[in-house]
Each structure stands twice: as structure tokens, then as C-alpha cells.
């Protein structure tokens, strides 16, 4: 009988384990009225180097049409 406890046990345990992350987000989620990470939307005001990078990419490919 203690064997049974003992799975039920270590089942609860893992499951809590699993589901931490879950309840973590879901958490933050609410605690940050639906942004959970933040305003993290760029809103074109900051320079990107990879975003210039590929204007210069596809302006050298239209070029040469």
C-alpha cells in the first residue's frame, strides 16, 4: 500500500514540475494586463542593423533585374 502512495506521490510532484512554467506565465500574463514580456513591438523608431542589412541585400538583387 505505501508503494501506491509513493507513485501517487512522485506523480503529483513531476506533474507540478511540469506544469511550474504554465502557471508562471499565465502569472505574469495577468499580473501585466496581457504584456507578459513587456512592450517589446518595435515601432520603427531604433536603427536595425539586420533590417539595413537586408534593404542592402534586395536593393543589389532589384539593381541588377
Sequence with gaps: MGD???LIFFMWLIG?????????????????NGEPFGD????????SAVADLV????GIF???K
Aim: no cysteine.
Design 55 to 58: 534593404d542592402k541585400v534586395l
Design 4 to 6: 501506491v502512495f509513493e
Design 16 to 32: 507540478a514540475l511540469a506544469f511550474a512554467p504554465l502557471a508562471y506565465f499565465i502569472y505574469i500574463y495577468t499580473a501585466k
Design 40 to 47: 517589446i513591438e518595435p515601432h520603427g523608431d531604433n536603427g
Design 62 to 64: 532589384q539593381s541588377k
